[in-house]
């Protein structure tokens, strides 16, 4: 079975990129002691939150275009 493409524009890529950034960097926080308590806590899950959150509409976007793309290479 070979690879599937999507073409995707670079400034998505970017986006998606920095929301996995955004989730690494939140979940880094949560598991690490080198700030107190509370204030790793609220930044790492705000960061999470938002890698989180952002996720869906990003990977709707790139599944909707490789349906979009496999639709035209089998008509």
């Keep these: 079975m070979a690879p599937r493409q999507v073409n995707l524009p670079l400034p998505l890529i970017g986006a998606i990129a920095a929301t ?3 989730l690494g960097a939140g979940i880094g926080l949560l598991v690490s002691g080198k700030i107190s308590d509370d204030r790793r806590r609220r930044v790492g899950l705000t960061l999470l ?3 989180i959150a952002s996720t869906i509409p990003f990977m709707w976007r790139v599944l909707r275009k490789e349906r979009h793309s496999i639709s035209h290479l089998t008509s």
């Design 20 to 22: 996995r950034g955004m």
């Design 49 to 51: 939150s938002i890698g």
